[in-house]
Nanobody, 129 residues
Framework: QVQLVESGGGLVQAGDSLRISCVAS????????MGWFRQAPGKEREFVGV????????YYADSVKGRFSISRDNAKNTVYLQMNSLKPEDTAVYYC??????????????????????WGQGTQVTVSS
């Protein structure tokens, strides 16, 4: 059974940094892209970024590009989301997800929710102004 467990969320002030983690179990971690999504109150869940399988190339939504970075440790089955220069609009529940294992050619990546088949329970990140 595949499980994804996020941790590390919390309450921070604008301008602060925070790193959240996601530990996966139940499948060969390195064989799947790992994505991060977030859902703010009253809004739809949105793509934040992804680390592709094997080579771990990363892609980000424009709203977080330059402030957020994703890294993965395949030996620990863990993917991280480092968030810097946080803004109140970054407040959301953050979810990690494991994709369906499709092959994506260079420059393409899984961005839609339907491209992922396993999700974590989410971790709350609140940024105060």
């Amino acid at each position: 059974q595949v499980q994804l467990v996020e941790s590390g969320g919390g309450l921070v002030q604008a301008g602060d940094s925070l790193r959240i983690s996601c530990v996966a179990s139940g499948r060969t971690f390195s064989a799947y892209a790992m994505g991060w999504f977030r859902q703010a109150p009253g809004k739809e869940r949105e793509f934040v970024g992804v680390s592709t399988r094997n080579d771990g190339r990363t892609y980000y939504a424009d709203s977080v590009k330059g402030r957020f970075s994703i890294s993965r440790d395949n030996a620990k089955n863990t993917v991280y989301l480092q968030m810097n220069s946080l803004k109140p609009e970054d407040t959301a529940v953050y979810y990690c997800a494991s994709d369906r294992g499709r092959t994506y050619y260079y420059g393409t990546y899984p961005r839609g929710e339907r491209e992922y088949d396993y999700w974590g329970q989410g971790t709350q990140v609140t940024v105060s102004s």
